[in-house]
């Protein structure tokens, strides 16, 4: 109704001579045949459209901000077995290395003893030339 009120109020403001006041007589006789319970069934009906939009748009906000709930988590778990599967990568690379160096070792070692034990055999070797 407020609607039709302003209409009525700019129809009445104008200047335009008889046609104005023409306009504005048919807008008084169509509100008053069409009744003021009509114009509230409008008014519901289209409060009723409104609501349920408005419930459309928090049922949206409300599956939205699940989403975002759901995806954090989603990432945070992903991040943790991420991490961790890192760390178990780099402590399985790191126990392998450690694995290598302690062979280099004992290779460096053996081969020690075996390059000492040829330079002994050298020595004797030579000793015995010398003495024949």
Known sequence: MEVLRKRKKTTEGSTEGTDAGVEAGVEEEMMATAGSDEMIQVSEEMESDIQR??????RFTQQVSEMLETGKQL????SSEFEERMILIHREQMEKWQDDIKLLRIIDSTNEGSRALLQNAQLHLLENVRDN
Do not use: G, Q, T
Request: aromatic share 10%.
């Open 53 to 58: 939009i408005l419930e459309k748009i928090d």
């Open 75 to 78: 990432f945070k778990d992903l």
